[in-house]
């Protein structure tokens, strides 16, 4: 088989383009910024024909960078940040778009959840939160009726992309059971579902599904003008970005687990049906008949990046060191087995209203290289406290990693000792783009199933192996994080 496959992975912040090979190779990478702005106080916006501009340029230097003809890519997938909402008039006009980190409907968010919380959970395997779509179109609908006049569709954050390369308008499966806006496992609109978050009335601009490796259309003319695409190459609905960077770094079967520590804590296990009493924060779905339930929080290597910016660029920048390998040499000082600092890592959110994140238990005689390894443990802290909800019998024992924290040996350690799991490391740090990529190779007739184009194209560069002595120190350390928590909560709900 001969051709490529282009993935775009669109966050809140930049989208890349990245170009793979049929056995999943990177062979270029480009990326343009996604200009945020914020009107008021919790808003964050950008406007969707910006996304889609910044989408169509990344396209156009990756394949500028890749320099191959652009009629041998084989197909287009997209990938993009879950829930938000973004919306377009009825000529398909970018008209708002409101980003997964918008805070404006968390007080609505608190009453939905009180009201209806345990039966949006049991229908749609989601709990309310102030950026979950049909939460938001429920805001707009009481706050903004002046742009729900003139909408005349709702969008996720890949669709815009699909939209503009395609002029499609719709989304896919794996969004629209990941932002809560379908019964679960049916995959449909369900009346009373809508009727719990009051948007029954709004069923009319809901994008229609389709599962994420269906061509769902081709690359127009103007498209390919903007992208350097050819014209007629197929797109396909595309992927919850977080479900594209579990494809892209190899899982897909029922059973496995994926952790990926990026910017947000994603931890993911794999199932043959959905759990009789929910317990995640949300499910979504890989094809017709993979469950998959998340928990995710803003809690993961954001943390090291704020970390760095504020007390080691400097140093950093006047030594020529890297930042972040100077985070792992300063880590690597510190004794595994000595008495640490606590960290929790809660600097832009928290398991309850009002947390906030710090160091404990500090001593005069810790120091930096104490601060940074306390700041890896308590990252990966958050995130063994997301798999004891996803799997509190602690029957999973192996998992794939990707993100930030697979870039640090240590750090990948900490996190195979703290959960006691063997981790499998992807080979590519553009994971979400090749799940894209691996859903078009599906839709282009390239694979048959996920199964297959995992074995293709998602290969390991290592297995890390948990270390159980290391793992009883952490076992005590993780309690007294634990404690912490709990004894700051009354505090934290002050705030």
């Known amino acids: ?15 890349k383009a990245a170009l793979f090979d049929l056995l999943g190779n990177t062979l270029a990478v480009a990326s343009r910024d996604s200009v945020s702005f914020q009107p008021a106080p919790g808003c964050v916006e950008r406007r969707p024909d910006d996304l889609w501009q910044a989408a169509a340029g990344a396209i156009h230097d990756c394949l500028a960078k890749a320099g191959i003809d652009a009629a041998q890519v084989r197909a287009v997938g997209a990938a ?44 749609a395997q989601s709990r ?31 669709d815009v992309i699909v939209h503009g390369l395609t002029g499609r308008v719709g989304s896919d499966v794996s969004d629209l ?58 797109v396909v609905a595309g992927l919850f970005d977080v479900l594209a960077s579990t494809l892209g770094a190899g899982t897909t079967k029922a059973g496995e687990a994926s952790i990926v520590a990026g910017s947000w804590s994603i931890n993911q296990v794999f199932a043959t049906a ?27 290597a954001a943390n090291l990046e704020w970390f760095v910016k504020n007390h080691l660029a400097e140093e950093a920048k006047a030594t020529g060191e890297a930042p972040f390998a100077l985070c792992n040499r300063l880590a690597a000082q510190s004794d595994p087995q000595g008495e640490l600092p606590c960290f929790h890592p809660y600097l832009y959110a928290g398991p309850v209203p009002g947390a906030r994140g710090g160091f404990n238990n500090i001593g005069s005689w810790h120091t930096r290289a104490d601060m940074v390894r306390a700041l890896y443990e308590g990252v990966a802290f958050g995130h063994r406290a997301h798999f004891e909800i996803l799997d509190p019998d602690r029957t999973i024992t192996q998992a794939t990693l990707s993100g930030g924290g697979a870039k640090s040996p240590l750090w990948a350690q900490i996190f195979a000792d703290t959960l006691q799991m063997r981790l499998r490391l992807s080979d590519c740090e553009e994971t979400g783009a090749r799940g894209a990529a691996m859903a078009a190779a599906l839709g282009a007739g390239i694979f048959p ?24 120190i952490l076992d005590r350390r993780y309690a007294r994080w634990c404690a912490y928590g709990d004894a700051l909560g009354p505090v934290w709900a002050q705030q």
């Open 80 to 123: 993009g940040h879950g829930n938000g909402l973004y919306l377009m008039d009825r000529e398909g006009r970018g008209l708002l778009g409101i980003q997964s980190m918008d805070s404006r409907a968390v007080l609505l968010a608190a009453q939905l959840a009180q009201r209806h919380g345990d039966e949006i959970h049991r229908r």
């Open 274 to 300: 959905l759990p009789e009493n929910p317990r995640a924060i949300l499910a979504s779905v890989l094809g017709r008949d993979v469950w998959v339930s998340c928990e995710a929080s803003p809690t993961s």
């Open 449 to 472: 199933d996920y199964d297959t184009a995992a074995a293709e194209m998602a290969a390991f560069t290592t297995e890390l192996v948990p270390d159980p002595e290391a793992g009883a």
């Open 177 to 234: 059971s990941g932002c809560g806006l379908l019964a679960m496992p049916a995959l449909e609109y369900d009346d009373g579902l809508l009727d719990l978050y009051g948007i029954r009335a709004l069923r009319g601009v809901l994008p229609e599904p389709a599962q994420s490796h269906d061509v769902v259309g081709h690359v127009t003319a103007d498209a390919a003008a903007l992208s350097g695409l050819k014209a007629g190459t197929p």
């Open 1 to 15: 088989m001969s051709g490529y496959l282009i993935g775009v992975d669109a966050g809140n912040t930049v989208v």
């Open 128 to 158: 309310p939160w102030a950026a979950m779509t049909p939460v938001l179109l429920s805001w707009i609908a009481a706050e903004r009726p002046d742009i729900l006049a003139q909408t005349g569709s709702v969008l996720l954050c890949k």
